[in-house]
């Protein structure tokens, strides 16, 4: 199966920046959307980006010019740069792995906390 685990979550005051890294444990990684999502608690998991086995990537309205998405196949590994981070970028961020074709499969990692301070 594949694995995926996420880091570089933390504290972090208002404005500021974190990268955060997903490593997948399989070469799969390659063929494979991938994506960060975040959730808060009591609240529903909400994408917030993801680029495809090509590169092309998509975002949120609401980290648009902010986050940016990129992977790195060779070390079969998908980071989020995060800038001018905001006190509602608050959540725990998840990892995501979507394989379309030629099979279905949808694999989530474990998450890291991002607080974002006033």
């Known amino acids: 199966q594949v694995q995926l685990v996420e880091s570089g979550g933390g504290l972090v005051q208002a404005g500021g920046s974190l990268r955060l890294s997903c490593a997948a444990s399989?070469?799969?990684?390659?063929?494979?959307?991938m994506g960060w999502y975040r959730q808060a608690p009591g609240k529903q998991r909400e994408l917030v980006a993801t680029?495809?086995?090509?590169?092309?990537?998509n975002y949120a309205e609401s980290v648009k010019g902010r986050f940016t998405i990129s992977r790195d196949n060779a070390k079969n590994t998908v980071s989020l740069q995060m800038n001018g981070l905001k006190p509602e970028d608050t959540a725990v961020y998840y990892c995501n792995a979507k394989l379309t074709a030629p099979l279905r499969a949808d694999y989530w990692g474990q998450g890291t906390q991002v607080t974002v301070s006033s």
């Open positions: 680029i495809t086995s090509d590169g092309s990537t």
């Open positions: 399989e070469i799969i990684f390659r063929l494979y959307t």
